[in-house]
């Protein structure tokens, strides 16, 4: 079972992204951290939910959902592209900072010009 602390270092880690912001847009349930405006990354904050939704790649979305059985498709999400982790320690730290990353990148990426060269520190 995962602690708080591992949803709070997710919630830390998505909140240090260069423009990141949290945001409650689906009340005060869901923090949903978005970069630009675009959401990146989404963490129940639910008692019984220990998860963060993290956009994804489609092909590497279901090659994750092969190798670990806590990550599913996204949760009320575009199952194409998102994953749902599941925060239980079976997926390694080193890869969910990874995956964090990945999602971040990914919604960067499809920003205008101007709008990346506002996050570069």
């Not at 630009?36 to 990354?41: D, P, Y």
Request: aromatic share 6%.
């Amino acid at each position: 079972m995962a602690d708080d602390s591992q949803r709070d270092r997710v919630m830390a880690e998505c909140l240090a992204k260069p423009g990141a912001v949290e945001d409650y847009p689906f009340g005060d349930d869901v923090a949903v951290f978005k970069v630009a405006g675009r959401m990146f990354a989404l963490v129940p904050l639910g008692s019984s939910a220990e998860s963060v939704s993290l956009k994804c790649d489609p092909d590497l979305a279901v090659n994750l959902r092969g190798r670990y059985a806590a990550i599913t498709p996204g949760y009320h999400l575009n199952k194409r592209h998102w994953n749902t982790v599941t925060l239980d320690g079976s997926v390694p730290e080193e890869e969910l900072l990874e995956l964090i990353d990945h999602s971040y990148d990914l919604v960067v990426a499809r920003l205008t010009k101007a709008q990346r060269s506002e996050l570069l520190p």
